[in-house]
């Protein structure tokens, strides 16, 4: 299922929110660990997609190995300024 719509405002565009699924292939955290770059495989097109996951609860999932490569995603971000900041980020089968 895969949902993508810009919105418009006043004739300015809205950030465009897009929901996925797909396999999670690559997680790159931080130095910091405050941040991580998570590359899915869109399972509706191949593409593969890099979002910017910021929330503590997804980056505890990380570290403590909850969600690996290889788990089945469903996520829901927005793209700003060319960057896909996600908004849920979760396996499939819950976590």
Do not use: H, P
């Not at 899915?40 to 997804?58: F, I, M, P, R, S």
């Amino acid at each position: 299922m895969v949902w993508a719509g810009a919105l418009l405002a006043g004739g300015a565009a809205v950030a465009q929110e897009v929901t996925m699924v797909g396999e999670l292939k690559r997680i790159e955290l931080a130095a910091d660990q405050r941040s991580a770059v998570a590359t899915l495989k869109n399972a509706a097109n191949g593409e593969e997609v890099k979002l910017t996951v910021t929330d503590d609860l997804t980056l505890d999932k990380f570290k403590d190995k909850r969600i690996v490569e290889g788990d089945e995603i469903r996520a829901r971000y927005q793209t700003n300024d060319g960057r896909n900041g996600a908004k849920s980020f979760k396996k499939t089968a819950g976590c």
